[in-house]
């Protein structure tokens, strides 16, 4: 992610101006290597949710069936997400002048519908069947549900490598559908040897349960980082008093740290000076500043020194 004006023509970019971060790793590496995890998850769901609809048609299994349409509602999350991410490591342009880091948190938020949809729609397949379980061939449940989580747990295996809020939200998609599967295992044991039908929608309602919490938490998350909302507000207590502890800063205002898409954050600030300050002591203290920010790795940094006597031109917050 390179850093780039906005409209500033001073006192801006404390930050390393080639926006590579204090340890020397490229972002758009990371950003590659994510849309590949994302691609692996994409080509083993697609594959998995064909075998599963005609695994389900075999078994007579109403609980595999519910899975495959919910694993195909997966497939096109994951697809839309791979595209997205994609579209996320393209350099900024005059259109997108902070770049395309915002698109992957859109496959977040629609992923994470999505999946929400999906997990209220298998809670209204699987309560009606507790009034009326019917009983599937559990021989075939049980081969598919260990395909199910080696295929499921591999693909959310390649996903928890990642950080970026997308990554979060598709593992997410994956884990909900391994649990399902081992939710399939046992009922298929269970049924080998009792008569229990009812065992499986009960266990769908309950992981399904499980994960509408998880992913409630993450939809919130990605609602926030779209209005702008602080994402860590600990760090921005620790950011305002390291600004504040500078000698030639009287006071701060304007002051913003956002987040691109939950893994890149932005910070920009107005400080007033304490009194005059040569050209010498302005290049020290943007020195001082730029290396006590290095730790917070902002992708970009904004900021504006203001003379005691200046009038801030800036309205509002």
């Given amino acids: 992610m390179h850093n780039h004006s906005h409209g500033h023509s001073h ?14 790793s490229d972002p758009h590496d990371s950003g590659s290597s994510a849309s590949k995890r994302i691609g692996w998850a994409f080509f083993l769901n697609v594959m998995f949710t064909i075998i599963e609809f005609i695994g389900g048609w075999l078994t007579n299994s109403t609980a595999i069936m519910a899975d495959a349409v919910h694993d195909l509602g997966d497939s096109l999350s994951i ?24 698109f992957s948190l859109l496959g977040a938020l629609i992923n994470g519908l999505v999946l929400t949809v999906g997990s209220i729609w298998i809670l209204f397949e699987a309560i009606p069947r507790l009034a009326a379980p019917e009983m599937p061939e559990a021989e075939g449940m049980l081969l598919l549900s260990i395909f199910g ?49 009812i065992l499986d929608p009960i266990l769908s309602i309950g992981f399904t349960l499980f994960i509408l919490f998880n992913v409630a938490r993450n939809l919130k998350e990605t609602i926030f980082l779209f209005l702008q909302a602080t994402p860590d507000e600990a760090q921005v207590k620790e950011v305002r008093n390291l600004l504040l502890s500078k000698p030639e800063v009287s006071e701060i205002h304007h002051f913003h740290i ?58 509002g917050v």
């Avoid at 006192?11 to 020397?24: E, L, M, R």
């Avoid at 994609?86 to 005059?94: G, P, Q, T």
């Avoid at 928890?160 to 044991?189: K, P, Y």
């Fill in 79 to 102: 697809g839309t997400a791979w595209v997205l991410n994609k579209i996320s490591d393209k350099e900024a342009n005059s259109t997108f002048s902070y770049g395309f880091k915002r």
């Fill in 11 to 24: 006192h801006h970019h404390v930050s390393d101006p080639h926006g590579s971060d204090p340890h020397g």
């Fill in 149 to 197: 989580i080696a295929v499921n747990g591999f693909a959310a295996y390649k996903l928890s490598d990642g950080d970026s809020l997308n990554e979060r939200v598709l593992n997410w998609h994956l884990l909900e559908d391994v649990l399902g599967w081992v939710a399939v295992l046992i009922v298929s044991i269970v049924l080998m040897f009792k008569p229990w039908p």
């Fill in 258 to 315: 956002w987040s691109l898409d939950g893994a890149n954050s932005v910070m920009t600030v107005h400080l007033v000076l304490a009194g005059e300050l040569s050209v010498a002591q302005i290049k020290n203290l943007k020195q001082q500043l730029q290396e006590s920010l290095a730790t917070f790795e902002f992708v970009h940094t904004t900021i504006e020194l203001e003379f005691a006597d200046e009038q801030c031109r800036d309205k």
